[in-house]
């Protein structure tokens, strides 16, 4: 989860905490912080697309080469068709704020738990 929003990353962590407890989150604050992970497998990368430095399509492309796998989404606030063309260009999800526990799973490909 790479979010420069404490609550933004909250919110994910406790959505995919209370449906996986045992899966390992890891978290940054920017790009920076993510690039310097030294996680040899990620399977699900979310990031906020209007970060202090690099962005996260940006980051999202860098994290790709590393990670080829991981689905990666992009959680945003930002509805412009330039943010989605560009998502949609790099093969990304893209999540609109606010941020629930459906678009969370319908992100990374799982059912919600009242769906189940």
């Known amino acids: 989860i790479v979010d420069d929003s404490k609550l933004s990353r909250a919110m994910i962590c ?3 905490k209370n449906r996986f407890p045992d899966w390992k989150i890891l978290q940054a604050t920017n790009a ?3 690039l310097a992970l030294n996680e040899s497998v990620i399977d699900i990368i979310t990031l906020d697309v209007n970060m202090p430095g690099m962005d996260g ?3 999202g492309t860098e994290l790709r080469q590393r990670y080829p796998e991981a689905v990666i989404s992009l ?3 930002n509805h412009q068709d330039s943010v989605r063309e560009r998502a ?3 093969g990304f999800y893209l999540i609109a ?3 629930t526990e ?3 799973f ?3 490909g799982l059912e919600t738990v009242n769906e189940m």
């Open 88 to 90: 949609d260009a790099e």
């Open 97 to 99: 704020k606010p941020i």
């Open 102 to 104: 459906e678009k969370i």
């Open 32 to 34: 920076e912080d993510a």
């Open 14 to 16: 406790t959505i995919l």
């Open 75 to 77: 959680i945003t606030a």
């Open 57 to 59: 399509i940006m980051l």
């Open 106 to 108: 319908d992100a990374i």
